[in-house]
């Protein structure tokens, strides 16, 4: 198994769309979880930070930790064509290296 | 503020042939990684800087692959000889503090690798 499981997708959602993204893990270890957005041809840039678990909104972006699942989200609320990119979950116990997911491809259609 | 600065953006060479990219952090960083992004997969750190001493290289083939930091400012990571299986992106990324977890990692565009 996996340290950290991502559906790869492709996700097309219509323009003004809730959009759900998620990711499992295995190390309970884990405390530190991301969300990062990597845009084609680019480096991926940090979207949301979350320690522990609980919720975290930023604008219309809500990253969940549910350490009890070993489960995060990530909630894109009236979504915009260009929130269309790739969506990488990653996380860490401490002083560790982070982990990335394999990325969720989204596209949001106008 | 400038962001991290990578070069080539794009490279083509024959496996066995070597290879070297380069890595400016945004200035002030003290830490420095250089990830392997292999198509369809997430980043994978190769190696971690702080200043010029090595962090972590757990995960660096060092049979074929070496990084080094001069004068804890620029990077270069180097493959000799190359495989086919090195074909990716490999991307610098930076961040201010010492390696913390809560600290912010920048990445750069990343160089495109093509091994033939």
């Known amino acids: 198994q996996k340290e950290v499981e991502q559906d790869p997708g492709p996700l097309s959602v219509p323009e003004g769309a809730i959009v759900s993204l998620n990711c499992t893990y295995s190390n309970s270890a884990f405390q530190y979880f991301m969300w990062y957005r990597q845009y084609s041809r680019k480096g991926p840039e940090l979207l949301m930070y979350t320690y522990s678990s609980g919720n975290k909104e930023d604008g219309r972006f809500t990253a969940q930790v549910d350490k009890s699942s070993k489960y995060i989200s990530l909630f894109i609320r009236d979504s915009q064509p260009s929130d269309s990119a790739t969506y990488l979950c990653?996380?860490?116990?401490?002083?560790?290296?982070?982990?990335f997911g394999k990325g969720t491809r989204l596209s949001v259609i106008a | 503020e400038a962001g991290v600065a990578q070069s080539p953006r794009y490279k083509i060479i024959e496996k066995r042939q070597s290879v070297a990219f380069w890595c400016n952090p945004i200035?002030?960083?003290?830490?420095l990684y250089w990830y392997q992004q292999i198509l369809g997969q997430g980043p994978k750190l190769l190696i971690q800087f702080q200043n010029n001493g090595v962090v972590d290289d757990s995960q660096l083939p060092k049979d074929r692959f070496s990084a080094e930091r001069l004068k804890g400012v620029d990077s270069t990571l180097k493959i000799q000889p190359a495989k086919l299986e090195d074909s990716a992106v490999y991307l610098c990324a930076s961040s201010f503090g010492r390696a913390l977890s809560t600290d912010t990692q920048y990445f750069g565009p990343g160089t495109r690798l093509t091994v033939l």
């Open positions: 200035s002030g960083h003290a830490t």
């Open positions: 990653a996380m860490n116990s401490g002083n560790t290296p982070l982990v």
